[in-house]
Each structure stands twice: as C-alpha cells, then as structure tokens.
C-alpha cells in the first residue's frame, strides 16, 4: 500500500512496446525459473503480504484463474472484482478509482474494452496496474505465447510467425513482441478487418520483420507458427459481417499442410471450432494451446515479480 508514487513511478505492465527486449528477456527467464521451481513443488512467497485486486470488465476464465492462483502460489492474496459492482458503474472516474484503490491494494490488474481507460487509470494509480487484456492489446497472453514457442521449438527470433484472421488485441502484441525479440511475422487478414492506422505505423517500422499477406495460402508457406484466435472480439458488435468476411481464414488441415514440417499451432482461446480453427488442427498433433494457457500462469508470476521488483533472475 502506498500513498505517493515511489521516486521512479509505479512499474506498470501496460504494452510490450513499453519495454525494452532485454527487461521482457529477464521476465520470461523468471517465468522458467518459477514454472521449474512448481515442478519441483516449491512455491516461493516473493509477493507475501501482497494484494492484487483484479477488475474484470468483461469475461475471463485463463486471466482471471491463472492470476489469482499465481498470486497465491507466490503467498499473496487477491480482490475479485467487476465494474459492474463497483462505482465505476455509476460513473466514478477510473482516475479516481486509481487514487483510492492505490491507498488498500498493491497492484490492479484490469480487463477494460479501452486502451484509453486503462491509459486513464494507469496514469493516476500510484501502484502498478498490469493489462489484463483491452480491445488494443494483450502483452499477458503474447508472453505466455513465446514461453511456450520457446520450450517447443527455440528461440522466437528464428521463428516465421503467421497470423490468420482479424486483425486484434492479440495481434497488436504480437507485432510489438517481434519488433523487439527478432523474427517474422506474416500477417494474413481481409482487407476489412485489417490492421488500423496505430497498429499498420508499428508494422511500417518493423523494418520489414513484418508484412501482409492476403492470401492465407500463400501466408502460411514455410511457417513455423500459425497462430488464430475468435474472429469476434470481446467489444466487437458485427459478428455476423465478420464471420462471413473471415470465412476464407479459417484454419484447416490443408491450411496447416502449407507450413514447415514442425509448426505449430496456437489460438489464446476460448476457440470457436467450426470457425477460426477446425477440430482437427485445434485438437491434433502441432496444437499447443493448452501449454499456452498454461504458461499463462508462470509468465504472469513473472510479470508481478517484475511489477513488484522481487525475485528476478539474474539481478
Ligand atoms: N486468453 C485469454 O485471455 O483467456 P480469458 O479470456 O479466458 O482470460
Ligand atoms: N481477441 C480476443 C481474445 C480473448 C482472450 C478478444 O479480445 O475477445
């Protein structure tokens, strides 16, 4: 608990583009420490006496266990809460939200449709305030995704990555996770749910790591990685025009037959088989998906070490 921001200001977890390659670098080698330490049943209590209140403005299963049991295997505790309940719901400001909530807790981890609400309640909370996923960006999620590359296959930045589907959250960190770990990204979506005017400016100076591809055939030649994911977002309202639109981007056995010998595959989930993904790729052999959702939990210990300065490997 705090009541003036620390000399530097609160370590927030907002964007992958807010880091360096070597800080996410430390935060994914912390997530292999913690996930070998489980393994050998050692829950180490770095964030003992912590408290993480978690506010959910939409849905979540994998975000919302996998930080609660992640807090409290490293012996902290967590606040379960919604927008609904609180008075966000009868317009108190996020702003103002930040202020009081810096005064009882010790970091908030937040899923909020706005990148801009989450910008607003970063900017006046006086501790960390991690993105728990908004309409622009999922960083938690993209970390979890190169852990899980990495333990499979080696490094990312040897890696050609194909995206295929929307344009979305998931996307946008996956484009900031390239520009800074190396590797390609091939991005195959229709021309109208492509990338916006933000997200084409990060792929324009990626200096070529990233590119379009509109044909998903011919995207996925030689991919290491195909990666889906639903082709309605949470926030989205056109679920129909897009499941319509998208059609020609699911990903099916002859799409997979397309890539290198090893890929693999991986969709964050909740999956929609029968749309984005067929079963047979989701549910067969270079489908990793559950791994994904596991390293959700490792990597996410990892960022509140980071959040909190405790624990890192190698500092
Ligand atoms: N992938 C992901 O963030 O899942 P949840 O929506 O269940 O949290
Ligand atoms: N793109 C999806 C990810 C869900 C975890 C969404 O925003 O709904």
Known sequence: MTSTPPPSGPRHFLDLA??????????LDQAVALKAALARGERPPLLADKVLAMIFERQSTRTRVSFDV????????????????????????????????SRYVDAIMIRIISHDDLLELAGAATIPVINGLTHRSHPCQVMADILTYEEHRGPIGNARVVWVGDANNVLA?????????????VISTPPEYGPDQALLADIESSGGAVTMVRDPVQAVDNADLVI????????????????RVLRPYRVDQALMDKTAPRSLFMHCLPAHRGDEVVAEVIDGPRSVVFDEAENRLHVQKAILCWVFDVGFVGS
């Open 18 to 27: 807010d880091f360096d390659a070597a800080t996410l670098r430390a935060i």
């Open 70 to 101: 992640g807090m409290r295997q490293l012996g902290g505790q967590t606040l379960m809460l919604t927008g609904a309940e609180m008075q966000l719901a009868r317009e108190e400001t996020l702003a103002d939200t930040a202020r009081v909530m």
């Open 173 to 185: 960190s996956w484009v900031h996770a390239v520009k800074l770990f190396g590797g390609t990204l």
């Open 228 to 243: 889906a994911d639903t082709w309605v977002s949470m926030g989205d309202t056109d679920a129909d025009e897009r499941r």
